[in-house]
């Protein structure tokens, strides 16, 4: 069988690692996808950065785990923190707003989470979900605010709660300490790209290589100075991006492909005199509206070698509530290194000895099954699989994404030509 992979990400270098002998066509340079790692000499040493926090969270994910035997990793535990109203509470919130000294906000919650009790949570959007999962008063005070600035969206009425959101909402899962509570990190200086780096031996990328267009009828791909002939392509690229390559798609998918949205991303990774407020920290959570940012964290606290004695290596992660550009984003610099110095992560702007920026046209993909699911189908039928976050569009990590990449790789492995291949996208369990 004509195989071919698009992107060398975790997720198609997984497929290709798991499935073997296949070709990888990645459009850069260089491997990983958004699992990118880059180093920043400056006059106070080498700091080391990835594409904002890249934690290996590991749980039921298998198949994932056995790809990356062999590759030193450190197990470390989740610090994290909520910033609110000048002070820093425990993360979950949940179990720590308690901290909090208004006896009535405390009462309030109390009760709240008391009516909620062991109720079966009912809910037909993430707002519902969130409130009442955690009550209206956790909601007001962090919920709300935390999730608009992430996802960018002032109405979280309008994103639907999908297989993925409900596996990062531990009143669902039953799991208190949540999805992230643990991780897994490369050691040594490499950063995330790490895991794409181990995942990529023995495996044949052409880099530089983009796919220009694809054909259903000719079963052909254009690359930039050849076509190629496939019979069945794993995508890992945006499944809106996939759809618009294809020369051939009939305009209804095209259609519905277009109403696929997704939050944009500005990630700004910083190297910075330390300070006492980096202490013992993995990453600290913003949710109040009046700071432009929703999250920061420090790669230094987890691998020290990531930035010089003295100093930290940390990542900003951007609201996109306020840019839709990465030139307006880009406008957002002077007011988040203000906000940095009043919270006192610096302590003016001359901390800063490396400033990088990382800008996302994807971020997070607003789930939207009936749609997806038709397009998967529509593609599947044409021998396309089209896997990963961004291929499936939803909200997956690594591992899981890496996990569905093996499994997909089985199944090709297994399949007799006369079987169909359905995938429930919220789980992707092939039918066999
Ligand atoms: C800011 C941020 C923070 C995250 N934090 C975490 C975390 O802490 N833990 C975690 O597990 N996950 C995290 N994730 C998610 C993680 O990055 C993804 O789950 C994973 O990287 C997706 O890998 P992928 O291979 O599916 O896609 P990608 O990494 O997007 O790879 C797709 C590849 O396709 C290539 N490509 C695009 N167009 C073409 C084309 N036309 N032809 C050929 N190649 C093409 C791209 O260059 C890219 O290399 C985070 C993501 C983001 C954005």
């Given at each position: 069988?004509?195989?071919?992979?698009?992107?060398?990400?975790?997720?198609?270098?997984?497929?290709a690692?798991?499935?073997?002998?296949?070709?990888?066509?990645e459009?850069?340079a260089?491997?990983?996808?958004k699992?990118l790692?880059y180093?920043?000499?400056?006059?106070?040493?080498?700091?080391?950065?990835?594409?904002g926090?890249h934690w290996?969270?590991?749980?039921?994910?298998?198949?994932?785990?056995?790809?990356?035997?062999?590759l030193?990793?450190?197990?470390?535990?989740?610090?994290?923190?909520?910033?609110?109203?000048?002070?820093?509470?425990?993360?979950?919130?949940?179990?720590?707003?308690?901290?909090?000294?208004?006896?009535?906000?405390?009462?309030?919650?109390?009760?709240?989470?008391?009516?909620?009790?062991?109720?079966?949570?009912?809910?037909?959007?993430y707002?519902?979900?969130?409130?009442?999962?955690?009550?209206?008063?956790?909601?007001n005070?962090?919920?709300?605010?935390?999730?608009?600035?992430?996802?960018?969206?002032?109405?979280?009425?309008?994103?639907?709660a999908?297989?993925?959101?409900?596996?990062?909402?531990v009143?669902l899962?039953?799991?208190?300490?949540?999805?992230?509570?643990a991780?897994?990190?490369?050691?040594?200086d490499?950063?995330?790209?790490?895991?794409?780096?181990?995942?990529?031996?023995?495996?044949?990328?052409?880099?530089?290589?983009?796919?220009?267009?694809?054909?259903?009828s000719?079963?052909t791909?254009q690359?930039?100075?050849k076509?190629?002939?496939?019979?069945?392509?794993?995508?890992?690229?945006p499944?809106?991006?996939?759809?618009?390559?294809?020369?051939?798609?009939?305009?209804?998918?095209?259609r519905?492909?277009e109403?696929?949205?997704s939050?944009?991303?500005?990630?700004?990774?910083?190297?910075?005199?330390?300070?006492?407020?980096?202490?013992?920290?993995?990453?600290?959570?913003?949710?109040?509206?009046?700071?432009?940012?929703?999250?920061?964290?420090?790669?230094?606290?987890?691998?020290?070698?990531?930035?010089?004695?003295?100093?930290?290596?940390?990542?900003?992660?951007?609201?996109?509530?306020?840019?839709?550009t990465?030139?307006?984003?880009q406008?957002?610099?002077p007011?988040?290194?203000?906000?940095?110095?009043?919270?006192?992560?610096?302590?003016?702007?001359?901390?800063i000895?490396?400033?990088?920026t990382?800008?996302?046209?994807?971020?997070?993909?607003?789930?939207?099954?009936?749609?997806?699911?038709?397009?998967?189908?529509?593609?599947?039928?044409?021998g396309?699989?089209s896997?990963?976050?961004?291929?499936?569009?939803?909200?997956?990590?690594?591992?899981?994404?890496m996990?569905?990449?093996?499994?997909l790789?089985?199944?090709?492995?297994?399949?007799?030509?006369?079987?169909?291949?359905?995938?429930?996208?919220?789980?992707?369990?092939?039918?066999?």
């Open positions: 069988m004509a195989l071919a992979v698009i992107g060398a990400g975790v997720t198609g270098l997984s497929f690692k798991a499935y073997g002998n296949v070709p990888v066509f459009a850069n260089s491997l990983g996808g699992a790692s180093k920043v000499d400056t006059e106070a040493g080498t700091f080391g950065f990835d594409v926090g290996f969270h590991h749980q039921s994910a298998p198949g994932a785990l056995k790809l990356l035997d062999g030193p990793l450190i197990s470390h535990r989740r610090h994290a923190y909520v910033y609110l109203e000048g002070r820093l509470y425990d993360y979950p919130i949940q179990q720590s707003y308690k901290q909090n000294p208004s006896r009535s906000f405390v009462g309030r919650v109390d009760e709240e989470l008391r009516e909620i009790g062991g109720k079966k949570l009912q809910y037909s959007n707002a519902e979900m969130l409130i009442n999962s955690y009550g209206p008063t956790l909601y005070a962090f919920f709300r605010d935390y999730n608009r600035k992430m996802f960018g969206k002032e109405e979280l009425a309008s994103i639907a999908g297989k993925y959101e409900t596996v990062r909402n009143r899962t039953g799991n208190t300490d949540g999805y992230n509570h991780f897994l990190y490369p050691k040594g490499a950063g995330a790209q790490a895991i794409p780096l181990h995942l990529s031996k023995h495996v044949n990328v052409s880099f530089n290589t983009g796919v220009q267009a694809i054909s259903l000719r079963k791909m690359l930039k100075h076509n190629h002939a496939w019979e069945t392509i794993v995508s890992t690229i499944l809106p991006l996939l759809i618009r390559l294809i020369s051939d798609i009939e305009p209804e998918y095209l519905l492909a109403q696929l949205t939050s944009k991303g500005f990630i700004l990774n910083m190297g910075i005199k330390k300070k006492p407020f980096h202490e013992h920290k993995s990453w600290v959570y913003f949710p109040e509206l009046k700071y432009h940012f929703y999250r920061l964290g420090f790669y230094s606290n987890i691998e020290p070698l990531l930035a010089p004695s003295g100093y930290s290596s940390i990542y900003v992660e951007c609201s996109p509530l306020h840019f839709n990465k030139s307006e984003a406008l957002l610099l007011k988040i290194i203000q906000e940095l110095t009043e919270i006192g992560i610096i302590d003016e702007a001359d901390d000895v490396a400033l990088r990382f800008y996302l046209e994807q971020n997070y993909c607003m789930p939207d099954q009936k749609i997806t699911s038709v397009l998967h189908r529509y593609l599947e039928s044409n396309i699989y896997i990963g976050r961004y291929g499936s569009w939803h909200w997956s990590s690594q591992h899981e994404d996990q569905q990449a093996v499994q790789a089985e199944y090709l492995q297994s399949r007799h030509a006369d079987q169909a291949f359905r995938t429930e996208r919220s789980s992707f369990v092939p039918m066999k």
